[in-house]
């Protein structure tokens, strides 16, 4: 699942990847990305950050893969 993020005034987005959950079986539906605890989208968005993203500069969006801890 990929959830993108953009400052409020910022221009450059990212995109969070975090890993697939396990195999859903015939009927189960998807994971949606309300179903994200706000705490990990938040560990996410930091770790983003301390990776290189700058949310207030110019540019393409940065595709940032977390791990499922957010890290």
Do not use: C, T, Y
């Amino acid at each position: 699942m990929a959830i993108g993020a953009r400052h409020k005034e910022g221009q450059r987005a990212a995109v969070l990847e975090f890993p697939p959950g396990p195999q859903l079986r015939f009927g189960l539906r998807q994971l949606q990305a309300s179903q994200i605890a706000p705490e990990l989208v938040a560990k996410a968005i930091s770790s983003a950050i301390s990776a290189g993203w700058e949310p207030l500069s110019r540019g393409k969006a940065v595709a940032i893969v977390v791990d499922e801890n957010g890290g």
